[in-house]
């Protein structure tokens, strides 16, 4: 039988007891009503006895001992003790869990600060405290960008788009500058994850500085090579077991130049602080001379077709945007059959503007595509002469883009063609009336 079943039968057999005890009262008083009235009193009284011992024992359980009941009162104490029990066990299991949660991120290297959904501080571990110069006692409850006033931080937190961290100068006068990512949770919460990003940048400027000077260094004495190559190359006396070898070292030559541009130009882009500045450019026909001068390199070997489809321009800088889209196109072209047919357009698509390029050449395997605008890396090995690049036209596109708010999408099947597309937000177009009016 369950507990509950024997309780009930407990229960019944007690009430059973004071009705039969009620009557045999009644037939010796010789009334029945008395007698049931007396037994039925008892019972009631008793039950309430018990009651009040439960109620004062779950008013201070924590203190007390349970009392000592049996049946249905005593099941029911049983009941209210395990419930405890359990919610007590829960609650230190909780607490441990906590506990070990703050150790660890008090620990952490990084900084951490939770906010509510007003940006208010509601807590900060101990390297958020440093990192950001926190009072733990004056700050909880106080608006982050009230307290760390950063312009960048503030449109960063305004904008609520937290797919990447924003870096930022540190509280003190000193050159610290801190990155600090934001991962939305819950209701509108949101963590801040703080890091200390002065090591890291100042190492990536000598990087940036050191290629960059390198470059210089070594495009003059280049220059001077190629240009000796050419001379020789055209020279009608010279030798013609030398006339393959001077070409090859004239063409490497130059495509060392080209390294080396190309090099200086990632150095310049990404030096370049913040989004492009928004100068109208005209798209059309920048397009119309690049076309030209691809089809006039060309000559019949592609069929290079523009498809105008708006006058729109752009807002940003004329030399980046070029550079990216002759970057691409000079792809198209390398890496296209003879023959082969290129379409270069330009038009306004669900309110984005788009510069795509498609082309029937050699395609890209899948497995490349994630990697492509990678410094150097190049998913052809196919590189004859033709196709010789110096495998960091993609990297400058990427990074034009990025200075441009845009996307780059790439699409390909091996053997068939890609399509390359620019894809700019609709606040970088520049509408033909405004192009006119900075003319
Ligand atoms: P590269 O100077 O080698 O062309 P890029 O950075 O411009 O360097 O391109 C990186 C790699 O992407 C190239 O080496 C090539 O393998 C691949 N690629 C770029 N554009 C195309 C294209 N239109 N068709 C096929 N492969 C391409």
Redesign the pocket.
Known sequence: MSPNARALVYAATRLGAALALGLLLGWILGNMTTGLGISLGGFLGWQLYHLARVDFWLRRRAYIEPPDTSGMWGDVVAQVSRLHRRKRFHKQRMLQIFRELRRATAAMPDGIVILNAAQEILWFNRAAAQLLRLERRQDIGLRIDNLIRQEQLGRYLRNGDFSSAVTVPGRGDGPQRLSIQAVPYGEEQCILLVRDVTQQLRLETMRRDFVANASHELRTPLTVIAGYLETMAADPQLPAELATPIEEMRHQAVRMTRVIEHLLELSRLETAEGPAPRTPVDVPQMLRTLIADARQRCGTTRQIELDLRSGDGLLGVEAELHSAFA?IVE??I??SRDGGRIVVSWGIDGGSAMFAVR?E????AAE?LPR?TERF????TNGGRGRS???????IVKHVLQRHEAELQVE?VEGRG?R?ACVFPPSRIGTAALRKAAS
């Open positions: 970057n792809n198209a390398k890496y082309d050449g050699i395609g890209i490349h492509l890396y190049r998913a052809s690049g110096s495998g960091l036209g993609l990297a390909s890609s390359f």
